[in-house]
């Protein structure tokens, strides 16, 4: 099993990103597939969430209206979304996968990918 998240860069206030989540080794419509991202001197967080299975999301309060999760079974890749990005999204972002696709943001996670930075700055 292997993620490999990538996609990020430096973006303006307002604008927009979408990192990328490129699964092998599994399906991921089998799985749970979460975004995590680490800020610097800050706790992970966890950001969104799709269930492969029945493609249901989940969100953190405070990226809700602005980023969007998603697969696609053909490549088996998850994307993030990001709209209308503020400093405060400034993180390493990780993808992290799991076997038990009701799994939610909260729960253990058996696979992570490597991350990808993500600045947001003028």
């Known amino acids: 099993v292997q993620l490999q998240a990538y996609g990020g860069g430096l973006v303006q206030p307002g604008g927009s990103l979408r990192l990328s989540c490129a699964a092998s080794?599994?399906?991921?419509?089998?799985?749970?597939i979460g975004w995590y991202r680490q800020a610097p001197g800050k706790e992970r967080e966890g950001v969104a969430n799709?269930?492969?299975?029945?493609?249901?999301?989940q969100y953190a309060d405070s990226v809700k209206g602005r980023f969007t999760i998603s697969l696609d079974r053909v490549t088996n890749t998850v994307y993030l979304q990001m709209n209308s990005l503020k400093p405060d999204d400034t993180a390493v972002y990780y993808c992290?996968?799991?076997?038990?696709?009701?799994?939610?943001?909260?729960?253990?996670?058996?696979?992570w990918g490597q991350g990808t930075q993500v600045t947001v700055s003028s």
């Open positions: 799709i269930n492969g299975y029945d493609g249901s999301t």
């Open positions: 992290a996968a799991d076997p038990d696709y009701y799994s939610d943001l909260d729960d253990p996670r058996d696979y």
């Open positions: 080794g599994f399906p991921v419509n089998d799985y749970a």
